[in-house]
């Protein structure tokens, strides 16, 4: 238990005038009685005041200012001869604003995820999603299943690596447009200047994310050609994972592979 000088200093900081223990507190001094009393309900009386009654005079007063305002009679103007009309004045009506047209606003959009790898192999320059978000390894399934297409596609099956993966978004935090489009620019751009250095016959986008931000594409894409510019000819392939959880993706993989081929095989 505190001190009653402790005790009196938090009620005046928390602005309590009186108060009451629910027990006999140690230390603390006597209750003053009168708070002990319950507190008397006020009675509130409602006076009412009666109007007095208005003198004689006051009601004769009031008499003749009616009399008065019965017989006055409205004032007709008369024109006289060779006096000019008035010509009603009209108020010139103020001009509605015109309508601001709002311009719109840009919605930004969530950040997309992926992990990219830019590879080569032969005359072929290969951007492939990685599926785990990781450089591969040479007992990765995923990466087992590129060597089998790149033996398939006349091809070397020992793809070199071009740079470092790109990883999206850049930036964990910060104000930077980190969205679709901007990632589009971003892998457009670095794989455009890998190209220059090392051109190729063919760009093989492999993984619906390679095809979307560099091929400009949709999985209505898979198996098929296109001309992006600066990065040439592109062919896109389904995702390494989609080819192994749908094998039937296969077929149509390699009879497309079939018609393509001649790009990178021709002398």
Known sequence: MIPEQRRRAYLDAMQVASWLPRTVLPFAAPSRPELLEPPQAEV??????????????AVAAVREASAAAV????????PRPGAQPRQAVVEPVAAEPESV???PQRVSL???RFALQLLRAGDCALLVELPTGQPFQSRDPAYILLKDLLRAAGLPDSPQLLGEPVRWPLLVRGNMDQGPQAALEFVQSFVAARLEEQPSACLWLVGLPAIRFAGEGDEHSYNRESQVEGLGTCWALP??????EEPARKRELWQAMRRVRQRWLAP
Do not use: N, T
């Not at 017989?71 to 008369?78: A, C, D, G, N």
């Not at 995702?239 to 192994?244: A, K, R, S, V």
């Open 110 to 112: 969530p950040p997309p």
């Open 101 to 103: 047209e709002e311009k």
């Open 239 to 244: 995702g390494l994972e989609l080819l192994m």
């Open 44 to 57: 509130e009386v409602d006076v009412v005041e009666m109007p007095a009654e208005p003198s004689a005079p």
């Open 71 to 78: 017989v006055e009679r409205p004032k007709i103007e008369i």
